[in-house]
């Protein structure tokens, strides 16, 4: 949260690359839907355990000429 309140990771970016649920309103997390969200996101076994994986980040930027 700290990083979000200094504006190092936005709203976002806290949820999409943490789970973390911040609500910008209160600038508090939401304890309960990060929980939700980090319990969704290990029972999906297309994520690694460091995030999406080097071929679905691959897929996901659009990169269509990469080094092997």
Request: glycine share 6%.
């Amino acid at each position: 949260m700290d990083d979000v309140l200094d504006e190092l990771v936005s709203v976002e970016g806290a949820w999409h690359d943490y789970g973390v649920a911040v609500n910008p309103t209160t600038w508090t997390v939401d304890h309960e839907a990060t929980v939700r969200e980090r319990a969704k996101r290990r029972a999906d076994p297309a994520r690694t355990r460091r995030g999406l994986g080097r071929e679905a980040a691959i897929q996901r930027a659009r990169i269509q000429h990469r080094i092997a």
